[in-house]
């Protein structure tokens, strides 16, 4: 199965850009759907986005679309995150997840990563 490790968080002023990275350290990633999802203290887990097992399919959420980018590189078994114009209310953990179907509710994926704390101060 599918084992997540994901990277790139940090502090960032409101208006910046991170771009988080997920590894998958199995030879697998290539059959899995792949989401990222989003935890602020005190809340649900949130959709952020999704991306097919090739790519020609991404999903975001509302609140992020036109500003943050889902990609996936299947030859290196990683999905990342671009977040341009970042908002105070990004602020969170940010998870990805691998699923056999695109979904956008955390039951949708079985396997996930430990997480990535992304801070935007204002």
């Known amino acids: 199965q599918v084992q997540l490790a994901e990277s790139g968080g940090g502090l960032v002023q409101a208006g910046g850009s991170l771009r988080l990275s997920c590894a998958d350290s199995t030879r697998t990633f290539a059959i899995y759907r792949m989401g990222w999802f989003r935890q602020a203290p005190g809340q649900e887990r949130e959709f952020v986005s999704a991306?097919?097992?090739?790519?020609?399919?991404?999903y975001y959420a509302d609140s992020v679309k036109g500003r943050f980018t889902i990609a996936r590189d299947n030859a290196k078994s990683t999905v990342y995150l671009q977040m341009n114009s970042l908002k105070s209310e990004d602020t969170g953990s940010y998870y990805c997840?691998?699923?056999?179907?695109?979904?956008?509710?955390?039951?949708?994926?079985?396997?996930w990563g430990q997480g990535t704390q992304v801070t935007v101060s204002s």
């Open positions: 997840a691998a699923g056999i179907f695109v979904g956008t509710t955390p039951s949708d994926y079985p396997y």
């Open positions: 991306i097919s097992r090739t790519g020609d399919q991404t």
